[in-house]
């Protein structure tokens, strides 16, 4: 599923390079977020970014979260953990959902690039 994903992001945003993946649980996904956001709180996924690396970033995602919010929303693990990769990714690619506008833009493009690699929302 990684591989199909991050073509599709590739081509849908033009991001390229090698991301490292960090599959973990919530308490050190808490430990992540207060080190580096500063929120006391698990979360779902967290990007970041490299800065004149070679590489785009890292991406963190909690296996608690995703099987979670999979049964909160109804669906499977895989279109949970794939919706999660993707909403990191297109952080990488310089994308964020820090307005209405670009949060609907966002969410289009995470339901485009699912939809193309079998993911998408039922319903």
Do not use: C, W
Request: proline residues 3%; hydrophobic residues 40%; without cysteine.
């Amino acid at each position: 599923m990684v591989g199909p994903l991050a073509g599709a992001i590739n081509e849908a945003t033009g991001l390229d390079g090698e991301v490292a993946l960090l599959i973990t649980d919530d308490p050190e996904m808490a430990r992540l977020n207060q080190t580096f956001s500063g929120q006391p709180n698990a979360t779902d996924v967290l990007a970041f970014t490299n800065d004149g690396l070679a590489g785009p970033g890292d991406i963190a995602i909690s296996m608690d979260r995703v099987k979670i919010q999979a049964d909160l929303y109804g669906h499977g693990i895989e279109r949970e953990f794939g919706y999660l990769l993707t909403h990191g990714l297109l952080h990488l690619a310089g994308l964020d959902h820090d307005n209405d506008q670009n949060k609907k833009e966002m969410r289009r493009l995470e339901e485009h690039i699912l939809a193309s690699v079998g993911l998408a929302a039922v319903g």
